[in-house]
């Protein structure tokens, strides 16, 4: 048996591990407010940042970068943990937040949004001033979350009905998801220049579009999954003993399914409802945390958090760097550096073993 003098060489670890990566966060994010194509120098940045500096400088730093690197750390937190929750309830090293279709019910009611109700083919035709007349984006980003809603409770309802197993959820998720991909493009092959112009660059990962507000209903989501995903966690390390084993130790293993599936679907749906589709987040990051300190989830899921905040930091940053005057979409830059890795990650000895 382990005692308390044991452990606490574990426990040093992990706090050690965290908190250098609570530290890289902060440090990043800081860089982060310096970087863009206005190319304005540290000085004039730290002036601005305590509102001293000009006015177009002051609103680059407050009303641009500063809602973009929340943006960041809040989504990557969430995206991140979210993989890392579906990976131990479905028992899938590759299942991730776009596992139950979620990230394409959003592009399907976002191009709803746009291609239809703010009049893409149904009367602006190719006239982009009307049609930016018309154009809400909080209604797109709204009609994207709730289909993305639709979309879970109809995956869950049917695994309910049928079995409740990790292998039902991810075909269920996977036709489902093909059903939205199918629905997106026959409404895009309707649309005009201007509605699918538009659909189609909503569907980039852009943090540019973050506002404080966005940031804020961001937050209390995000917040409260990763607060229910902690107080879960003894569950989550029982059922990596297998659902035998952790049913012999009380938990109700479709019951913590459930809930922690639709937990994190519902951090993915409006995660992608406001800033687009982010791939590889909740894949790269848990895989990264679960080597660096193992399974136990007391550590990983925050260590997953700050992982997923630092990637997706560090992927904004890169797509400021190499815009040339725009940022490029984010999401491009994630599945840049999230298809090698999971490539590695497939392929590595230590994966193989595994499998």
């Not at 060489?9 to 800081?30: D, E, F, N, W």
């Not at 002036?47 to 730093?61: E, S």
């Not at 009611?109 to 083919?121: D, E, Y």
């Not at 297998?242 to 937990?263: H, Y």
Request: hydrophobic share 55%; charged share 10%.
């Amino acid at each position: 048996m382990r005692t308390a003098k044991d452990a606490a060489p574990g426990i040093r670890r992990y706090s050690t591990v965290i908190g250098a990566m609570a530290v890289a966060v902060a440090l990043l994010g800081l860089v982060s407010l310096f970087i863009g194509s206005s190319h304005m120098s540290v000085s004039d940045g730290l002036a601005a940042l305590i509102k001293r500096g000009t006015a177009a400088n002051n609103r680059i730093i407050w009303n641009i970068r500063i809602p973009r690197i929340l943006a960041a750390v809040i989504a990557g937190a969430g995206l991140s943990a979210s993989g890392l929750i579906m990976q131990t309830t479905l028992n899938n090293a590759m299942a991730s937040p776009s596992t139950l279709g979620v990230s394409n019910a959003a592009v399907f009611g976002a191009n709803l949004s746009i291609i239809a109700f703010a009049g893409g083919f149904l009367s602006t035709g190719n006239n982009l001033q009307s049609y930016a007349v018309g154009a809400n984006p909080y209604a797109t980003s709204v009609i994207a979350f709730l289909f993305s809603v639709i979309s879970i409770l109809l995956i869950l309802g049917l695994c309910r009905v049928r079995s409740f197993s990790p292998n039902v959820v991810v075909l269920a998720g996977i036709a489902v998801g093909s059903v939205w991909t199918a629905a997106t493009t026959i409404l895009q092959f309707y649309a005009t220049d201007v509605g699918l112009s538009a659909a189609v660059i909503w569907t980039f990962g852009d943090l540019g579009r973050a506002t404080y507000r966005t940031d804020w209903i961001m937050l209390a989501v995000v917040a409260a999954g990763l607060l229910a995903f902690a107080l879960l966690s003894w569950r989550y390390n029982a059922l990596l003993s297998g659902e035998s084993a952790a049913r012999t130790m009380g938990v109700n293993v479709g019951a913590l399914r459930f809930v922690s599936l639709l937990l994190a679907s519902m951090i993915t749906a409006v995660c992608v409802s406001f800033l687009g589709v982010i791939g590889f987040v909740g894949i790269i990051c848990p895989h990264i945390t679960k080597r660096l300190l193992g399974q136990d989830h007391r550590a990983a899921l925050p260590a997953s958090a700050l992982g997923g905040s630092l990637l997706l930091l560090l992927a904004d940053s890169l797509s400021r760097c190499l815009g040339s005057g725009s940022a490029l979409p984010v999401g491009a830059i994630t599945a840049l550096l999230g298809a090698p890795f999971f490539v590695a990650v497939i392929f590595s000895r230590k994966e193989n073993r595994r499998c």
